[in-house]
């Protein structure tokens, strides 16, 4: 399940996530991804059979990868589809990927996940049968990490805008 508290603050906002695979035994103590600025804290309490501190939450979100930022977008891979939910919980989109796609990358404007690329709005910009269980953006490249027949890994690196190959090692 996927938690999320959202909370604004007049001067500046701040994010807090956290991502569970099943109820935290009280006291509950998800694994947190937290955004902040300096003059403002995040709860330190959270309970989500009372909902203190718990804006929403998405059963249906499960899964070992962190959710991922972008502007007012969460982008969340699980259970072979990438999902992207506005901050209230609200789905915008969802796409369809082969496997079990690895955790999302995004510069803000594109996001990838697995061998796709998507804008924030769910147009897919390309497709790649590559490899990926784990992805690196490193400025205009995108490279991809995954399995290669056995006891092996392959290391693939694409232009992150067009999905063109440009080096792969086995």
Same mark, same amino acid.
């Given at each position: 399940?996927?938690?999320?508290? #959202?909370? *604004?603050?007049?001067?500046?906002?701040?994010?807090?996530? @956290?991502?569970?695979?099943? =109820?935290? @035994?009280? $006291?509950?103590?998800?694994?947190? +991804?937290?955004?902040?600025?300096?003059?403002?804290?995040?709860?330190? +309490?959270?309970?989500?059979? &009372?909902?203190? *501190?718990?804006?929403?939450?998405?059963?249906?979100?499960?899964?070992?990868?962190? $959710? #991922?930022?972008?502007?007012?977008?969460?982008?969340?891979?699980? @259970?072979? !589809?990438?999902?992207?939910?506005?901050?209230?919980?609200?789905?915008?989109?969802s796409d369809k990927l082969d496997g079990d796609p690895p955790e999302? #990358?995004?510069?803000? &404007?594109?996001? /990838?996940?697995?061998?796709?690329?998507?804008?924030?709005?769910? !147009?897919?910009? /390309?497709?790649?049968?590559?490899?990926?269980? !784990?992805?690196?953006?490193?400025? *205009?490249?995108? +490279?991809? =990490?995954? $399995?290669?027949? &056995?006891? &092996?890994?392959?290391?693939? +690196?694409?232009?992150?805008?067009?999905? !063109? =190959?440009?080096?792969?090692?086995?």
């Amino acid at each position: 399940q996927l938690l999320a508290r #959202v909370h *604004n603050d007049r001067r500046r906002a701040w994010l807090r996530l @956290a991502l569970t695979t099943k =109820e935290p @035994a009280a $006291p509950p103590l998800p694994a947190t +991804v937290a955004v902040s600025c300096d003059d403002v804290q995040p709860p330190l +309490v959270w309970d989500i059979a &009372k909902g203190i *501190n718990v804006a929403w939450r998405n059963t249906d979100l499960a899964g070992t990868t962190r $959710p #991922v930022v972008a502007g007012a977008a969460l982008l969340v891979s699980s @259970a072979g !589809k990438l999902t992207c939910l506005d901050l209230t919980g609200k789905a915008r989109w969802s796409d369809k990927l082969d496997g079990d796609p690895p955790e999302p #990358v995004t510069d803000g &404007k594109l996001v /990838w996940c697995g061998g796709a690329c998507f804008d924030l709005t769910g !147009k897919q910009a /390309w497709s790649q049968p590559v490899s990926a269980a !784990k992805l690196y953006l490193a400025g *205009n490249r995108l +490279v991809a =990490e995954g $399995p290669s027949g &056995k006891d &092996k890994t392959a290391v693939t +690196v694409l232009e992150a805008a067009t999905g !063109k =190959e440009l080096k792969k090692w086995d």
